[in-house]
Nanobody, 125 residues
Framework: QVQLVESGGGLVQTGDSLRLSCTAS????????MGWFRQAPGKEREFVAT????????SYADSAKGRFTISRDNAKNTVYLQMNSLKPEDTAVYYC??????????????????WGQGTQVTVSS
C-alpha cells in the first residue's frame, strides 16, 4: 500500500502561482511513477501531468504545458506540481496518484493504483 497526502492548495487570484505537494508513505516511493489529475465542479477528472519513477521523463496535458511543472524528490517521498500563471479554469480539486506498473508515468486514470484525497485550488478572476 501507498498512502498519498496532498497539500498546498488554496485560493489565489488570476496570474498567481501555487505549488502543490504530495507526500507518500508505505511502499517504496521511488518504485512508482506519479501523476497529477484534477476535477472541476460538474466535470470528469482529467489528467494534468505525470513523471516517471526516476524523474527523468515528464508529460503534460495541453492545458498545463508551459505553465505547470511536475517534479519529484525521492529522498523526501514527495512529488510537486508547480503551477504558474493560474487561470480561473484551473479551479478544481487536484489529486496525486501513484502507479507501480507504468514506470514512465501515464495519463490514464485506470493505470494508477493509489490516490490521495485531493486538495482544492480556487483561482478567482
Amino acid at each position: 500500500q501507498v498512502q498519498l497526502v496532498e497539500s498546498g492548495g488554496g485560493l489565489v487570484q488570476t496570474g498567481d502561482s501555487l505549488r502543490l505537494s504530495c507526500t507518500a508513505s508505505g511502499r517504496t516511493f521511488s518504485n512508482h511513477a506519479m501523476g497529477w489529475f484534477r476535477q472541476a465542479p460538474g466535470k470528469e477528472r482529467e489528467f494534468v501531468a505525470t513523471i516517471s519513477w526516476s524523474g527523468v521523463s515528464t508529460s503534460y496535458a495541453d492545458s498545463a504545458k508551459g505553465r505547470f511543472t511536475i517534479s519529484r524528490d525521492n529522498a523526501k517521498n514527495t512529488v510537486y506540481l508547480q503551477m504558474n500563471s493560474l487561470k480561473p479554469e484551473d479551479t478544481a480539486v487536484y489529486y496525486c496518484a501513484a502507479t507501480s506498473t507504468y514506470y514512465s508515468g501515464s495519463y490514464a486514470e485506470d493505470e494508477y493504483d493509489y490516490w490521495g484525497q485531493g486538495t482544492q485550488v480556487t483561482v478567482s478572476s
